[in-house]
């Protein structure tokens, strides 16, 4: 109904790269934060740390049929 106080809210802690959280973690839920940010120094690690965990993420939602994904990076 759009009521942010009637919507399930959960923070959840776990490994991107783990398929099997993500997808647990997205059972059920229309709207997806991102706020999460890998660590490392180099262009590698930042593509394995950040760019394909949340390339994985956003085809995870597509799968889940979830509606929105808002990523918030500093």
């Not at 809210?9 to 959280?21: F, H, P, T």
């Not at 950040?50 to 994985?56: G, I, M």
């Amino acid at each position: 109904s759009g009521d942010v106080q009637s919507e399930r809210k959960a923070e959840i802690i776990g490994d991107l790269a783990d398929a099997r959280v993500v997808d647990k973690a997205l059972s059920g839920i229309s709207t997806v934060y991102h706020l999460a940010r890998g660590r490392g120094s180099t262009r590698a690690d930042f593509e394995r740390t950040d760019v394909a965990p949340t390339r994985a993420l956003g085809q995870a939602c597509l799968r889940h049929g979830i509606g929105r994904l808002i990523y918030a990076s500093s």
